[in-house]
């Protein structure tokens, strides 16, 4: 890949391109599979660190 | 794959077509909804097939066989105007709310209040009934992301750009083993089911033959392109939080190895929803800002097909258990 690119979904996800590991809080490496990723910014993900769509029950049940 | 057996007037004579006969092709207004006429769905996925991958021993030619184009234009046309009647309110509604298509689209599924399929999935569905599931949906998933390839070409620029990407990840993203609809076919063996494409097409209900009827309709159909493109969408943003529950449901009832695919479609999903909706959805609709009525039509499409058949599912499952009290007390 030539070039990482991160793009902030508006309350979602950071859209992930170009990378070939994320590392967690605990320094755990997680390899990217994909050719995009989504990697939780809301802290709620049971996937951490993807995004597993858990934000959207977290609005609802906020509004 | 041999051609299923025809369930009705409509579907026999275009079998007989397909078997080289030339039956009359003419249709009568029938009542009621066309979505919920397995007969109507079943001759519409046979004609839509021949664009697919076919049927073993049927002309190839028969794709563009004047009388099968014109009886697929005229069951198309019922189909669409029942589908624009039963979304109007939720497309005003969206429009209403305004904003940013993105959003929109992904409000408008998050805003959904359908029946509650996935979660009873996860905790209550016996293994007989998660199994009913795999087989109602395989029709669809064993062609996943074919009848939005139809749309690629029709797009241009970002959106293009955009759908290829996804739909790369879609089909395996380079490797043959991660190809969706095989990650399909194997959860269909680790469940004793048959992964063959449409093994199960004589099996499923009307709604489930609807439910890939109306991709290969936005697909098939460049004037639609705009409602498939939203119709993708909100499919994709409709099967993040689903597919994990229903790869708990079939952990619970230790059908472990069928879940790898509902576990990818998590991840994927999550990705998914977001370059379908603000991605694809957002450059059709930066460039033709007169389109987002016609994609909003095709993201409410998603939602009142997918409400029908659960709804259907989870009455027929209901009916059954009334049925057989003490098999399931024993």
């Known amino acids: 890949m030539s070039s990482l690119r991160v793009r902030a979904c508006p309350h979602g996800p950071l859209l992930v391109r170009g990378a070939d590991a994320v590392v967690d809080e605990e320094g755990t490496e997680h390899p990217v599979t994909r050719p995009v990723v989504a990697v939780c910014v809301c802290d709620r993900s049971a996937r951490k660190p993807w995004c597993d769509g858990t934000h959207k029950s977290v609005r609802t049940s906020a509004t | 794959m041999e051609i299923p057996p025809p369930c009705g007037p409509l579907s026999t004579r275009v079998v007989e077509v397909m078997s080289g006969r030339r039956p009359s092709l003419e249709v009568t207004s029938g009542q009621g909804s066309v979505l919920n006429d397995r007969d109507v769905q079943l001759a519409l996925w046979l004609i839509y097939e021949l664009s697919y991958r076919g049927f073993d021993g049927v002309d190839l030619a028969l794709e563009w066989d004047p009388d099968l184009v014109r009886l697929r234009l005229r069951l198309e046309q019922a189909v669409e105007h029942e589908l624009r009647t039963a979304t109007q309110a939720r497309v005003e509604n969206a429009l209403e709310n305004g904003g940013d298509v993105g959003d929109l689209l992904l409000q408008m599924v998050q805003d959904d209040q359908g029946p509650p399929l996935a979660a009873y999935l996860r905790r209550d569905a016996t293994l007989p009934q998660l199994q009913d599931f795999l087989r109602e949906r395989s029709v669809q998933q064993l062609k996943e992301s074919d009848p939005q390839a139809f749309l690629l070409p029709r797009l241009r620029g970002e959106a293009k750009v955009a759908l290829a990407e996804l739909q790369y990840d879609e089909f395996g993203a380079g490797r043959p083993e991660r190809l969706h609809q095989t990650l399909y076919a194997q959860s269909l063996v680790a469940a004793w089911l048959d992964p063959g494409y449409g093994a199960y097409v004589a099996d499923v209900s009307a709604m489930s033959l609807a439910s890939t009827n109306v991709m290969s309709m936005f697909g098939l159909n460049r ?45 994927a999903d999550a990705v998914h929803e977001q370059i379908a909706a603000r991605d694809v959805c957002g450059a059709l609709v930066a460039d033709d800002p007169g389109c987002l009525p016609e994609v909003l039509f095709g993201a409410a499409c998603v939602l009142h097909i997918d409400a029908l058949s659960a709804t259907e599912l989870m009455t027929r499952w209901a009916a059954e258990s009334a049925e057989a009290p003490t098999e399931v007390a024993s």
């Open chain 2, 223 to 267: 004037r639609l392109l705009a409602a498939g493109c939203g119709h993708f969408a909100a499919f994709e943003a409709s099967s993040a939080i689903p597919s994990r529950r229903i790869a708990a449901g079939l952990d619970r009832v230790g059908l472990v190895a069928a879940a790898p695919y509902f576990d990818e479609h998590v991840e």
